[in-house]
């Protein structure tokens, strides 16, 4: 019996000792936090009740500005979102959230990926779960999220989440004894994050800054139409937890808004099953009893659409995020008056009739001994008809030419000289429009 206690005490004392030393490693070789820590244990701090959480990725935590919901609503709002989490981690980072606040409503941005992606990636868990206060909760989060096998890498995070040289272990211990650091958050840092107006701004957001930071169509170059997101390709195991948290939602009281983010018009365009896909969200939100928005699709009254709020493919930049801000705080406004908010969607059809402009273009080269055919292409709306011109640029001179004015006809035949070099332009816009957007596209070529 002495024996069986003692062998106990060292499997204890053993079990204890390993825990411990992994945490050293971890604080040694994990590089220090960063947006997630801070959105944690600012939710954990936050001394006035979230009304409203903002929940999901990288599109509520960079779209979404909570001061700006907080000052048109009057309420306390918070984007309790992080970098490429999907519904599994969100679940359990939800739980961890109604632990110690009550938010009346809570948003939840969604994509594709949301749907189709197989699994969260070790890292996404672990910028998260390491910062969570011991719980029951943040073992089920490592148990529900290393069921894609990946035990070992989200239980020793260092294995695949370490710095790289000595000079970066020891910046990375001093910065991790930063009283700064330790001590986070400090109201005093709170009142400067509020003042930035790119980066990260406090309540879990995160801007970027517009200037410099907004795409440029006429760069976009080929753009092919196809189906990109599959309704076959939809993970069970991620409608399951998108069930799950609106079951947690119901059990808190919390009323569960589902909403897709506006992205640039290209995004909706060259997807040719979007509306195939988007009503099956739709429909699976249906299922668990969820309100679901799609902003993409909203009328010009409610989110007046420009192409110069975007910074990427996804996001918006600070500016387009400000005007999304107020427009979605608008929008809870009305919808907690009782308003239909349907009324001021699209349908398909009416959706593809209210785009005007071509969204981007470009063209192929076919280079014969003395000749280039050239080939224009652009994505655009199947409500409208584009027409091109084609100029020549001799590069040498300065020279421009127009080698066909606007037309419906899509290619022309240049005749060039041999060892020379040209800059070949295109310009694309709406037929019939008056005053459509121009895109631009060009290439140098040489026979």
């Not at 606007?406 to 709406?430: D, F, H, W």
Request: hydrophobic residues 30%; glycine residues 6%.
């Amino acid at each position: 019996m002495h024996n069986s206690k003692t062998n106990f005490v060292k499997i204890i004392v053993f079990v204890l000792g390993f825990i411990l030393l992994n945490d050293l490693i971890n604080f040694c070789f994990v590089p220090k936090g960063g947006y997630s820590r801070m959105t944690i244990r600012e939710m954990y701090s936050q001394k006035e009740n979230i009304d409203i959480a903002f929940i999901g990725a990288s599109l509520t935590q960079k779209d979404i500005n909570p001061y700006i919901i907080d000052e048109k609503l009057g309420c306390t709002s918070f984007d309790y979102s992080f970098n490429a989490q999907i519904y599994t981690g969100t679940y359990y980072s939800l739980v961890e959230l109604f632990k110690y606040h009550k938010p009346k409503t809570v948003v939840l941005t969604t994509e594709p990926l949301s749907y189709t992606c197989k699994e969260e990636q070790p890292l996404a868990q672990l910028s998260v779960s390491m910062y969570m206060k011991p719980s029951v909760n943040r073992i089920k989060f490592y148990f529900g999220m290393a069921q894609d096998g990946s035990y070992l890498d989200r239980l020793f995070a260092w294995r695949g989440y370490h710095i790289d040289s000595k000079k970066e272990l020891v910046k990375n211990i001093k910065d991790k004894l930063d009283e700064e650091y330790i001590k986070y958050p400090q109201d005093k840092k709170l009142e400067y994050y509020k003042t930035k107006k790119s980066g990260y701004i406090g309540k879990g957001a995160v801007l970027k800054d517009a200037e410099g930071n907004t795409i440029d169509y006429n760069k976009l170059g080929k753009i092919s139409i196809e189906e990109r997101y599959k309704v076959e390709e939809i993970q069970e195991k991620n409608v399951k937890y998108l069930g799950k948290i609106a079951k947690l939602c119901k059990e808190n009281d919390s009323k569960l808004i589902l909403i897709t983010t506006p992205f640039p018009r290209f995004e909706v365009l060259r997807s040719s099953n979007y509306f195939e896909f988007d009503n099956e969200v739709k429909r699976i939100a249906d299922e668990f009893g969820i309100e679901y928005y799609n902003y993409n699709l909203i009328k010009p009254e409610f989110f007046d659409y420009k192409d110069e709020y975007f910074f990427d493919h996804l996001h918006l930049n600070n500016v387009g995020a400000t005007e999304f801000s107020k427009s979605l705080a608008e929008f809870l406004k009305l919808r907690d008056s009782g308003e239909n908010m349907n009324k001021y969607f699209y349908s398909k059809d009416e959706f593809y009739d209210s785009l005007t402009d071509i969204s981007n273009t470009w063209f192929d080269l076919k280079k014969g001994k003395t000749t280039i055919k050239v080939i224009a292409g652009s994505l655009y709306s199947p409500s409208i008809t584009p027409e091109y011109r084609f100029i020549l640029k001799d590069l040498e001179s300065g020279e421009e030419k127009i080698i066909q004015d606007y037309s419906t006809n899509n290619q022309c035949g240049i005749k060039l000289k041999k060892g020379k070099e040209y800059e070949v332009k295109l310009e694309a816009r709406t037929q019939g429009i008056k005053d459509s957007k121009i895109r631009k596209y060009s290439e140098k070529v040489k026979l």
